[in-house]
Nanobody, 115 residues
């Protein structure tokens, strides 16, 4: 399995930016997929952005053009750059990694966007 630690959340005004980081305990080369999910109060957890097993990226329609997922293989870290944040982006953001049949989650980081 892999341990994941997120950081970078916080409170920001609408239109602002934040960058989330997800540090993995092992080489991210070895992982099948990695991605960012979020869960708002009263809602289901949803995929925000991720790397597929083939190395391509995918994004939720609601964040396309505003969020960018990237990776630093040397430091085993995945980032989520979030620009032009909206109040509806408010949620707990979780990092996820899939290794074989094992799915690992970080502890989550709160992102709050004020209007």
């Amino acid at each position: 399995q892999v341990q994941l630690v997120e950081s970078g959340g916080g409170l920001v005004q609408a239109g602002g930016s934040l960058r989330l980081s997800c540090a993995a305990s092992r080489s991210i080369f070895s992982l099948n997929t990695m991605g960012w999910y979020r869960q708002a109060p009263g809602k289901q957890r949803e995929l925000v952005a991720g790397f597929t097993s083939g190395g391509s990226t995918n994004y939720a329609d609601s964040v396309k053009g505003r969020f960018t997922i990237s990776r630093d293989n040397a430091n085993n870290t995945v980032y989520l750059q979030m620009n032009n944040l909206k109040p509806e982006d408010t949620a707990v953001y979780y990092c996820n990694a899939l290794l074989g049949i094992w799915s690992s989650w970080g502890q989550g980081t709160q992102v709050t966007v004020s209007s």
